[in-house]
């Protein structure tokens, strides 16, 4: 059964990164059925899509976190990463991991728990 | 971006009753919606991909319908463990967005 579990600091100081890792158990990361993706929810708000990566490497992101956006991939570890830079109190959210299906339907699931992560200095 | 709209935002019923939540997409999407299921500190759950197709193991009291623009989900018949938030996701393009969320509550 594929499990996914977000693992990195809950507390990122304003201007600097905030740097994730999500590992992957139960199937192969390098499998073609996912690509593996970033969603984060604002505490009380809604979800939003940051990116996804494929074994591979390739990468895809919402365009209005792109430039503040890496993900990166560790098939050796079934580990997939983000940074994201120069955060703000407006990134202060729970940060999931899901596998992303690579279909037409780009559907998410399943998802990790779930890390909250606090912009503040 | 491609906006998501549901309705209602909030939504009040009983265990038994049938319950529809609206999506609405700001263009047309064809069947690429998915539905999932939020529970209080929890992530979400995938009920519905491809606007009507039920994800394995989810309930079948669980439907949804739709294309083009407009979507919904429906249960049923409420069981206690139905209240939860609910958001559609839009997979028709780049960036992938989600409707604001609807809360469903028991009255």
């Known amino acids: 059964q594929l499990q996914l579990q977000e693992s990195g600091p809950g507390l990122v100081k304003p201007s600097e990164t905030l740097s994730l890792t999500c590992t992957v158990s139960?199937?192969?990361?390098?499998?073609?059925?996912?690509?593996w993706g970033w969603i984060r929810q604002p505490p009380g708000k809604g979800l939003e899509w940051i990116g996804s990566?494929?074994?591979?490497?390739?990468?895809y992101c919402n365009p209005s976190l792109k430039s503040r956006v890496t993900i990166s991939v560790d098939t050796s570890k079934m580990q997939f990463s983000l940074k994201l830079s120069s955060v703000t109190a407006a990134d202060t959210a729970v940060y999931y991991c899901a596998g992303h299906s690579n279909s037409a339907y780009n559907w998410f699931d399943p998802w990790g728990q779930g890390t909250l992560v606090t912009v503040s200095s | 971006d491609i906006q998501m709209t549901q309705s209602p935002s909030s939504l009040s019923a009983s265990v038994g009753d049938r319950v529809t939540i609206t999506c609405r997409a700001s263009?047309?999407?064809?069947?690429?919606l998915n539905w999932y299921q939020q529970k209080p500190g929890k992530a979400p759950k995938l009920l519905i991909y491809a606007a009507s197709t039920l994800q394995s193991g989810v309930p079948s009291r669980f439907s949804g319908s739709g294309s083009g623009t407009d979507f919904t989900l429906t249960i049923s018949s409420l069981q206690p463990e139905d209240f939860a938030t609910y958001y559609c996701?839009?997979?028709?393009?780049?960036?992938?967005?989600f409707g604001q969320g609807t809360k469903l509550e028991i009255k």
């Open positions: 263009q047309s999407i064809s069947t690429y």
């Open positions: 990566i494929y074994y591979s490497g390739t990468t």
């Open positions: 996701q839009q997979s028709y393009n780049n960036p992938y967005t």
């Open positions: 139960g199937a192969s990361i390098s499998s073609s059925s996912y690509y």
